[in-house]
């Protein structure tokens, strides 16, 4: 889990590492989505 948000607002690097999170995520899962849709 991220540290504790200084002064009620999150670092630069922290909100980019979620935000590459987010987009690994979403660009597997659509990748994923879209081998499946290739195979059947």
Not at 24 to 34: D, E, K, M, R
């Amino acid at each position: 889990m991220l540290s504790s948000p200084r002064n009620g607002s999150y670092t630069l690097s922290e909100i980019l590492l979620v935000w590459c999170c987010l987009l690994l995520i979403h660009i597997s899962l659509t990748v994923i989505s879209s081998f499946n849709f290739g195979c059947s």
